[in-house]
């Protein structure tokens, strides 16, 4: 009976000293130093892993802001080919601002809002810090796109005056736009193009269209001038492609002004070859708006 106490004794003492090594055990090398197990090598670079990860992040969100940053002062593209027999034409008209119904206030889009947010953002960085004004637009149909001017607007002197077009472009075409009105007169249409997935956005230069509304209203405190309204009508006749006289309206002080319209082609190719934009899936996915600069 004694020799079983002890037995059942030393198996406890056993037990005990088993234990004891399971918990305050570690595993050596053949040099005797200790080795840390795979999961705890894995749970220390976790953190790491992770940090960098963000950092590359950051880094790659830091460095795409910057670049379309720089995009709002980045020279014009030039294009001076000929409108292809293929091409989509927008219409963009200019009218002035009445209270009416019909023609009532224009509220900014998507696509607005998010290039002011990024003019604003870029000058609280310190870069390309402009006054700019926006004008969203509104499409009369498929092709006519209309905007609708204050005579505040025209008042400004303004420096800059871009046309921004957001294109759907599922089969990744190469797409210029071109203003007959300057191909015409042996001058280019001056452009820039970002693109990203399937989406193209394009900024058309309109100086020129807002430099002859400003000259035909009076622009920049001055006053309408009838040899100025001739020269508009009979160069609008004469060039079917260009400056086109669309309406006749009453400004804030009784003189009436006529007001231009626009047409826009847009080409679409690929590898050089030119293809037809609509069947190629190339439509605007947002209503077109003006960004105007001005001091």
């Known amino acids: 009976m004694a020799s079983s106490h002890c037995s059942w004794i030393a198996l406890f003492l056993v037990s ?10 570690r595993a050596v090398d053949t040099r005797g130093f200790l080795l840390q197990s795979p999961k705890i090598v894995n749970e220390s670079f976790r953190p ?19 670049e379309r940053c720089a995009e709002l002062a980045a ?18 008209r200019v009218r002035p601002f009445s209270p009416g119904v019909s023609r009532g206030l224009v509220f900014p889009g998507k696509s607005l809002f998010s290039f ?12 390309n810090c402009r006054s700019v004004k926006g004008i ?15 005579r505040e607007i025209l008042s400004l002197t303004i420096t800059r005056a871009e046309l921004h077009l957001q294109l759907s472009n599922p089969q990744h075409l190469d797409i210029h736009p071109v203003l007959p009105s300057m191909t015409k007169r042996n001058l280019p249409t001056r452009y820039s193009s970002w693109s990203q997935g399937h989406t193209v956005e394009l900024s058309v230069d309109l100086l020129f269209l807002l430099q002859s509304l400003q000259e035909v209203a009076g622009g920049a405190g001055g006053s309408p001038s009838l040899v100025n309204m001739r020269r508009m009508v009979f160069s609008s006749r004469g060039d079917p492609g260009a400056l ?3 309406d006749t309206d009453v400004w804030g002080d009784g003189v009436t002004t006529l007001l231009p319209g626009l047409s826009l082609v847009l080409d679409c190719s690929q590898d050089g070859v ?17 960004a105007l600069y001005y001091r």
Request: with cysteine; proline share 4%; hydrophobic share 30%.
């Open 116 to 127: 002011v947010r990024r003019v604003y953002h870029c000058c609280q960085e310190g870069l």
């Open 274 to 290: 030119g293809v037809p934009c609509e069947t190629s899936g190339v439509h605007l996915s947002h209503t077109p708006f003006m």
């Open 244 to 246: 086109q006289d669309t």
């Open 48 to 66: 790491t892993l992770r940090t960098d990860a963000l950092r590359r992040w950051r880094r790659g969100v830091t460095e795409a802001h910057r």
């Open 75 to 92: 020279p014009w593209l030039e294009s001076t080919q000929a409108p292809q027999d293929n091409s989509t034409l927008l219409q963009l």
């Open 136 to 150: 969203q637009g509104r499409l009369r149909g498929d092709t006519d796109v209309e905007f609708l001017f204050t």
């Open 16 to 25: 005990l000293m088993t234990s004891d090594i399971g918990i305050f055990g």
